[in-house]
């Protein structure tokens, strides 16, 4: 299973900031919208990301609180981990792990294509397994019978 399967099925809503976007606005919108983070673009590129991780530590920073002159750019993960269309499910388990991120854009050169977060790959593994089980469980029962009356055997 690739990144694409995922993205196919979760669909191209992007919610996005700007680095100097004040930070208490960016906290507004994912508040508003129930979203773990925002893509942060400059001139239609990915310059960062800005997840509940980075705004908790700025918080921290700022001794309790947001800052009214705050802007994305000092709070925001600018070098943020990403994947390709192309990548395998296993190898993106294995760097949001490594990394321990929650959410990886997905890139297609220096496109963004969307963004996967561990929910979706947790999602997509799990119905990859019940798939998989529930056409095991055809197959079982769908197997040879023996003749009527037979003892299996031991």
């Not at 979760?10 to 979203?35: H, N, Y």
């Not at 002159?69 to 600018?78: E, H, K, L, N």
């Not at 593994?125 to 031991?154: C, H």
Request: aromatic letters at 6%; hydrophobic letters at 40%.
């Amino acid at each position: 299973m690739k990144v694409s399967d995922i993205l196919r099925v979760k669909g191209g809503t992007l919610f996005t900031a700007t680095p100097d976007e004040p930070l208490a606005q960016a906290v507004q919108m994912m508040s508003e919208r129930d979203i773990g983070s925002l893509v942060v673009m400059e001139h239609g590129d990915l310059v960062g990301m800005l997840t509940f991780r980075e705004v908790i530590q700025k918080i921290v920073q700022n001794g309790g609180n947001i800052g009214g002159g705050t802007q994305v750019r000092s709070a925001m993960d600018d070098a943020p981990l990403t994947c390709t269309m192309e990548t395998e499910m296993d190898e993106v388990r294995r760097m949001m792990l490594d990394r321990h991120a929650r959410y990886m854009p997905v890139m297609d050169k220096r496109m963004l294509m969307g963004v996967i977060s561990f929910y979706d790959v947790a999602k997509a593994v799990v119905d990859s397994q019940n798939f998989e089980n529930k056409m095991l469980k055809a197959y079982i029962r769908d197997w040879p019978g023996q003749e009527e009356g037979a003892t299996p055997a031991k």
